[in-house]
């Protein structure tokens, strides 16, 4: 291997469960956004946070509508 590229420069991050834009979820969302934004004030943060709170809602949904969106 070459050493001109450093090893292990990028991390790859597991494929998420879930998708964006799921109609089921979106409508549960802009009030988490918004309370996010209020407390958060680092994007990257706020981004990490809403993105987890949208997985949580997105099993919540699959969990008891059984409809999972693939």
């Known amino acids: 291997m070459s050493e001109r590229y450093p090893k ?12 964006s834009g799921d109609p089921r979820v979106e409508p549960f969302m802009p009030i988490v956004h918004e309370t996010i934004k ?3 004030t680092d994007s990257d943060h706020v ?3 809403y ?6 809602v997105y099993k919540a949904v699959v969990k008891y ?3 999972e969106k693939s």
Not at 8 to 19: C, D, G, L, R, T
Not at 51 to 56: C, G, I, L, T
């Open 8 to 19: 292990n420069v990028f991390e790859s991050k597991p494929n998420k469960p879930w998708w």
């Open 38 to 40: 209020k407390y958060v």
């Open 51 to 56: 993105n987890r709170a949208y997985e949580a």
């Open 65 to 67: 509508d059984g409809n």
């Open 47 to 49: 981004a990490e946070i």
